[in-house]
């Protein structure tokens, strides 16, 4: 979602905002905007638009400023334009605010200070927070941070904000509540941003504000306090990966560089998961490893393509570990009254373990006496410090807003999550586990092998680019992937594209079959094939072009199907590791023959922090 980034300190501040916000531009937004501070004066320059309207209107300006704030904003409340864009200012031009988040009050809030005389100039509900700054300190407030904690006390919602006032030139005040903001000391000053990759180039140390504490930055370095100014500290962390893997190296788009690190991130992401006793383990546990064993129903929440991973391990844990498993869009869970108990483990995945939703599924699971287990890319994340136990799936920075190195190595840590509650169950022996966790390390090789088909999937892409619409069909564990697949797909391309259990065709989908229309089918070995095979004569029956994924050494698919990828032979429920790879790179060349903006999709954002 949106992204934030400060500076205060002795090097010029706009150069360090511009860079933080190109670094931050992959979260997706639709305006930007700085705000600098400097001799008693506060300069605010903003633009509806991709960053570069931003340059444009700075261009030939040498705004300066000992301190400063810059904000890339994915719309919410009011229209993408300039008036909405962020900072917002109050009406005396004192104090400049940047947020993230949404402000549940802030409707009654504005007919307050409406009814005080307040005139807005935005219709945000971010701009209710800069009257309100600005307030506290005309009602005696003795600073900007003491203005920031009475001004906070009074807002509802999910948020990080950051401040300036030009009274205080070398100051930054920051606070955040359910929404991620970073902090990081440097010599002289310090920074803070909403997402660790705006901090890198400076700083790999790193502290992360928890909920409801406030931050000063100055430079003599950082202060962090409570609502009630009392000394407090973040959660403190070193970030173990720099700058340069969040950059192309060479390709044309980050999506898909990170689809051909998927060997090295699955390999990462299986380092070290048996213990000296030969023994799976998790990441971080801080409940009772017996607690485990009694585990008797499992909930899975997540969003997007981390619901999708959810599903996959559906089968993996009720296959290995014999527990029944829910899959739940993580924004509905809470919502339906769900029966938890202290036997129930919730599974929230997250990969920047910040979504609104998933946090708030996870937080509802444990107030109801729940175990919760986090799977999560970010060491440090809001889910990974309040859950019971974590699985960090050690993917490196993911810029592309489309999931992808991150999708796989969600599977690989549930599968690692399935073998461990199997090991605690007593549902497999020790030596079984292993051979299976073997069977996974064998995957970085094979996934390799899948990616070197990448010029034949290009071609069908030129050959399926014109298509009004597109349907993936699977059965099984194919399922999952074929509706990783269509949304693959959509949110790239802008193709329509649709996912469906392959048995469910003869129920309504298969009405939109038409003549030359494709569909891909997931058809690999497994107990289904012969069930999938019969979906595909269906379709073929009625005019489709099929594309196939098939197992090497199926010869008898090419009877069926027009077209056939063909990915390695593997265990049955490790295929969506390797299948999902072809469709991700059909819906990335797809979109690249439309000309789409493949990183920075339309509507779209990384990291979805609000609900």
Known sequence: MCGIIGYTGPAPVLPILLEGLR??????????GVALVGAGALSVVKRAGKLGRLL????????EGTAGVGHTRWATHGEPNDRNAHPHVDPAGDVAVIHNGIIENFAELRAKLAADGAVFASDTDTE?????????RRDGATDLAEAVRAAVRRLDGAFAIAVVDRREPGTIVACRREAPLVLGRVSGGALLSSDVAGLIAHTRDIEALLDDQVAVLTRDGIAVTDLGGRPAQ????????????????????????????????VRETLLGRVDAEGRVTLD???????????VDKVYIVACGTSFHAGMVAKYAIEHWAGIGVEVEIASEFRYRDPILTPHTLVVAISQSGETADT?????????????VVAISNVVGSSLARDADAVLYTRAGPEIGVAATKTFVTQIIALDVLALYLAQARRALFPDECRDHLARMEALPDLLAQVLDSEQEIAGLARRFCRAGYVMFIGRHVGLP?????????????????????????KHGPIALITDGGPVVALATRGHVRGKILSNIQEVKARGAVVLAIATEGDTEIKEHADHVVYVPE??????????????????????????RDVDMPRNLAKTVTVE
């Open 56 to 63: 444009q209107a700075l261009d030939g300006d040498t705004v």
């Open 234 to 265: 973040g959660h403190r962390f070193t970030v173990d990966w720099d700058i340069a893997a969040a950059e192309k190296q060479g390709y044309a788009h980050f999506m898909l560089k990170e689809i051909h690190e998927q060997p090295l991130a």
């Open 359 to 371: 946090l708030a599924a996870a937080t509802h699971a444990r107030a109801q006496g729940a175990k």
């Open 284 to 294: 971080e546990l801080r409940a009772d490893a017996d607690d485990f064993r009694f």
């Open 570 to 595: 593997v265990h049955e429920l490790l295929y969506p590791v390797l299948t999902v790879v072809p469709l991700q790179l059909l819906g990335y060349h797809i979109a690249a023959e439309l000309g």
């Open 481 to 505: 992937i074929a509706l990783e697949g269509a949304l693959k797909l959509k949110e790239i391309s802008y193709v329509h594209a649709e996912g469906f259990a392959a048995g469910e065709m």
């Open 23 to 32: 670094t931050l531009e992959y979260r997706g937004y639709d305006s930007a």
């Open 128 to 136: 209710v927070v800069a009257h309100l700054v600005a307030q506290c």
